[in-house]
């Protein structure tokens, strides 16, 4: 076990400002460090992290919330039974063989090749939401653009109405505070994360039951009417829809806003990617590289293990940084550095191994038009300095709560 102990940076107000000074300390110092804040082994390097996500049969998805919730009083913890069935079944919270069957019936709809029809409907959107604020001079990228863009899209692709994304985002906000302290969650989380969920739940039920009577050509309905062998139980239906929006738009949403303000802050490197539009994807994975939206795996280890020297036990839980690993200077020259023709990026942005982001084809559409349109259409886009930033206090996920923009 180490003896430093770096929780008190791990707590502190700027960590969530700027997590990746604490990163190269962590990955310089103990880079297999046991986090009683956190309740779980922090994981700082690259090769440590990639071991753990590739390798399942030692290190599960399965059981996590179990983890979480095992540290409240045992009343608390029956009445969260509702928590735990939920995150029992479904594709994020499940190993092979389990994991394998429902990722190869959700893979057909998630192909570049499938995805690309999208193309136009996103460009109308981001037009239509630029088209809003245009006159205005200014707005909130957050608010106004990155978190409106991919919940239509993903609502539209699951069969969910449009108008329903703020109450549905609402309901993923509350789920996700659950998630939010690393391996510990508190009665607050809890309570928070079971009336959202009930909320989710009841709604994609009875959209599912829509779908049995009257069928479209939206995701629901596929999964409803799958075939034999395919067919999916009720509480891996409603696991599954639920992880689909709220892995499907936030995230997103935290790429789009995290990487512009990083062009924001670099005036440079967006100068060159508006002179040069065709630089948007290796542009965007390397923005996704330098400030990754969802900068924390979660692995429960299922076996006695040995990393970086130290002992992991069974059961413990394993918290691989991705962040960390994004700017480990064993495979990123000068990571701290914005660098669009940056070879070989084999950035971990969308994780990897089994659980490698199932959305991430449809990010790679999303993103490039938001930020194609906004260069191209307020070249003079800055930063409004007078509003201050907020980052979310989310270990999970990494973003600010809004983005003021003028031009």
């Keep these: 076990m180490n003896t430093t102990s770096f929780d008190h940076l791990l707590t502190s107000p700027e960590y969530y400002v700027d997590p990746y000074p604490v990163f190269a300390r962590l990955r310089a110092e103990a880079p297999v460090y046991w986090s009683e804040a956190w309740s779980g082994w922090i994981l700082t390097r690259y090769d440590d992290i990639v071991t753990v996500l590739h390798d399942p049969a030692r290190f599960s998805s399965a059981g996590r919330i179990r983890y979480l919730l095992a540290q409240l009083p045992e009343e608390q913890r029956r009445h969260a039974a509702l928590l735990e069935r939920h995150y029992d079944v479904g594709l994020a919270h499940a190993d092979p063989p389990d994991h394998t069957r429902l990722r190869a019936l959700l893979n057909r709809f998630f192909t570049p090749r499938h995805l690309e029809s999208l193309r136009p409907r996103i460009h109308a959107l981001v037009d239509e939401m630029l ?7 200014r707005m909130d990228v957050i608010h106004d653009l990155a978190y409106p863009l991919p919940a239509i899209i993903v609502l539209e692709m699951i069969g969910a109405a449009a108008e329903d994304r703020d109450l549905l985002r609402d309901w ?26 009930a909320g989710i739940r009841a709604y994609i039920a009875d959209l599912a039951d829509q779908r049995r009577r009257q069928p479209r050509e939206d995701l629901i309905s596929h999964l409803v009417h799958a075939g034999e062998g395919e067919r999916l139980s009720e509480g891996e239906l409603l696991a599954t829809c639920v992880t689909l929006f709220v892995a499907g738009h936030e995230t997103t949403t935290n790429l789009i806003g995290n990487g512009l303000l990083a062009l924001l802050r670099h005036p440079e490197q967006m100068r060159q990617l508006a002179a040069n539009p065709a630089l948007i994807l290796p542009a965007m994975e390397e923005l996704l590289r330098y400030d990754t939206p969802v900068p924390r795996g979660w692995r429960l280890a299922k076996v006695d293990a040995e990393i970086g020297g130290q002992h992991i036990r069974t059961g413990d839980l394993l918290l691989p940084m991705i962040g960390a690993a994004n700017r480990d200077p064993a495979y990123f020259a000068n990571p701290d550095v914005i660098d669009f023709q940056r070879v070989d990026n084999r950035h971990l942005g969308f994780g990897y191994g089994i659980h490698f982001c199932l959305g991430a084809p449809l990010a790679r559409l999303e993103v490039p038009a938001v930020f194609n349109a906004l260069l191209a259409r307020f070249p003079a886009l800055r930063l409004d300095e007078s509003a201050p930033l907020t980052w979310r206090r989310d270990v999970a996920l990494r973003g600010i709560e809004s983005l003021p923009v003028v031009w």
């Design 131 to 137: 088209d809003c604020h245009a006159a205005a001079r």
């Design 172 to 197: 993923a906000l509350g789920i996700n505070r659950l998630f939010a302290a690393g391996g510990r969650t508190s009665l607050e989380a809890v309570d928070a994360a079971l009336a959202c969920l």
